[in-house]
Nanobody, 115 residues
Framework: QVQLVESGGGLVQPGGSLTLSCAAS????????MGWYRQTPGKQRELVAYSTNGGITNYGDSVKGRFTISRDDAKNTVYLQMNSLEPEDTAVYYCNAKVGLDDYWGQGTQVTVSS
């Protein structure tokens, strides 16, 4: 089992940057896939980015080229660096880990992009 805690959300102006952190309660070295999802009211939760322990990354079309996911195994932490933020990026962002047959989720952190 693994517990996930997100942090780093907040209010940022359009064009600004923000970095989210996901701290895991155990080593993430052996976790094949860790990722970030986001959700707004009335909309399905969507994939933002994921990273495998083999170095493969993938991004949703709407954030490709603007967001970067990274894994720091020494700190048991996954990051999401968000640049050139747009109002459409406003959402609750959730950290996810796929461990065997189970999915683990953090509590979410709010990101609001507004002028």
């Amino acid at each position: 089992q693994v517990q996930l805690v997100e942090s780093g959300g907040g209010l940022v102006q359009p064009g600004g940057s923000l970095t989210l952190s996901c701290a895991a309660s155990r080593s993430i070295f052996s976790i094949y896939v860790m990722g970030w999802y986001r959700q707004t009211p009335g909309k399905q939760r969507e994939l933002v980015a994921y990273s495998t322990n083999g170095g493969i990354t993938n991004y949703g079309d709407s954030v490709k080229g603007r967001f970067t996911i990274s894994r720091d195994d020494a700190k048991n932490t996954v990051y999401l660096q968000m640049n050139s933020l747009e109002p459409e990026d406003t959402a609750v962002y959730y950290c996810n880990a796929k461990v065997g047959l189970d999915d683990y989720w953090g509590q979410g952190t709010q990101v609001t992009v507004s002028s």
